[in-house]
């Protein structure tokens, strides 16, 4: 089995590059990363020189590049590529865009042209908006994605939904709520907040900190999605979530607490910009049609977490230099 994998030296993409080389040692896996800001290949060192993994460094807007690599064989696609960060996507909409909906395109065209066996679109539950203060997202609650990257995103899933439809490409989409663990890049809520408290920086909570997300560590979203791209129906959507809400203010003081620094650091600042008030994923679904089950507890994830920050501090400092310099003084120097 060959399967590409886009977006592969970014959080979740090498979390799943290494999830997948260690549970089938027979699969090929081709990782194609553009390496933009938020692609690393430290996250794969442990695997540098393993056979079964090819790395390059393309956009997947890049149709000529993309099509000499499915010529090569290509049975199954993982599409992680992306431009992720919703702030981002607030000031810089257009690349957005460009990955997430055109990218996604040329993608599915190769997958037609050169006839994968599964093509799989990793999705966000942030294409469904924002809920209320009840209720869940499930499949079919409707797209109403508020911010330009779930925008985008939602773009590209219709555009694999039409694929499908069209031409009869096999896919599924997963949409999955926010994720937390190893080498998630920090600009996103927890990593941002752990290596903030570490330096004894503010950490900035937007508006009343009162907004809700449902968090699951990263290994369980790669064993979601491992199960869908093998036993995964036909042009099924599947929701992936742990059943872990929480308010930002819960998370932030829980870090806090676990790295015995004060709440003082605390400080609220304007609130974003369209920002979604809460999410919460059904994943009804997934557990009873594939026997998904997540092995995390918020609790025992979080812990892991917050160590691994603290092991691996070169890691984010190593990211905090630089253009990292740049983007924090934008996004929060008149906040702050
Ligand atoms: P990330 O920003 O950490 O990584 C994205 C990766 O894609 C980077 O390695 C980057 O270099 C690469 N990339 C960007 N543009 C590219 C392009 N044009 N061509 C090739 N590579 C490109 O993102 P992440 O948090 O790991 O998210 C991965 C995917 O999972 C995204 O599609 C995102 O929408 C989805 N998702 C993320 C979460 C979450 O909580 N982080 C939750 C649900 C779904
Ligand atoms: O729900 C899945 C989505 O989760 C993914 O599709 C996105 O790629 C991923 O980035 C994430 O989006 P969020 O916007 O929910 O994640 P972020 O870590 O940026 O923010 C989480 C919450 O914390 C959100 O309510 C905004 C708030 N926040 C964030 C930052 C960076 C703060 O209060 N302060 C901050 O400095």
Redesign the pocket.
């Known amino acids: 089995m060959k399967v590409l994998v886009?977006?592969g030296?970014?959080?979740?993409?090498s979390n799943f590059v290494l999830y997948m080389l260690n549970k089938y040692p027979d699969y090929e896996i081709v990782n194609?990363?553009?390496?933009?800001y938020?692609?690393n290949l430290e996250n794969l060192s442990s695997v540098q020189g393993n056979s079964k993994h090819t790395f390059v460094k393309g956009?997947?807007?890049d149709r000529t590049l993309v099509n000499e690599l499915f010529s090569k064989g290509i049975d199954m696609v993982v599409n992680?590529?992306?431009?992720?960060?919703v702030d981002r996507s607030i000031t810089e909409p257009d690349i957005f865009v460009r990955?997430n909906v055109m990218?996604t395109q040329v993608l599915l065209d190769a997958a037609k042209k050169y006839g994968v066996q599964k093509f799989v679109q990793?999705?966000?539950d942030e294409v469904y908006g924002t809920l209320g203060e009840t209720g869940l997202f499930t499949e079919e609650t409707p797209l109403a994605p508020n911010s330009p990257y779930s925008a985008s995103?939602a773009g590209g899933d219709l555009l694999v939904r039409a694929y499908h439809e069209t031409f009869g490409l096999t896919v599924n989409i997963t949409r999955?709520?926010?994720?937390y663990g190893p080498y998630q890049?920090p600009e996103k809520l927890i990593p941002l907040m752990i290596a903030n408290a570490l330096n004894d920086k503010s950490l900035p909570v937007y508006g009343d900190g009162l907004n809700v997300r449902d968090w699951l560590y990263v290994e369980d979203h790669c064993s979601a999605i491992d199960l869908v791209m093998h036993e995964g129906k036909n042009g099924e959507v599947y929701n992936i979530g742990g059943n872990n809400e929480r308010t930002n203010i819960q998370i932030v003081k829980t870090v806090l607490e676990q790295l015995g620094k004060p709440e003082s650091l605390i400080t609220y600042v304007k609130d974003r910009l369209g920002h979604d008030r809460r999410y919460g994923i059904d994943a009804t679904k997934i557990t009873t049609a594939l026997g998904w089950n997540p092995r995390y507890h918020f609790e025992s994830g979080i812990k892991a977490t917050i160590e691994w920050y603290l092991e691996n501090q070169d890691w984010w400092k190593r990211i905090q230099s630089g253009a990292y310099q740049e983007y924090y003084a934008k996004q929060y120097g008149d906040r702050l």
């Open positions: 886009t977006g030296a970014g959080f979740i993409g194609l990363d553009a390496l933009t938020a692609g956009d997947i807007a992680f590529a992306a431009e992720s960060h990955t990218g990793v999705s966000t995103k999955c709520s926010n994720n890049f």
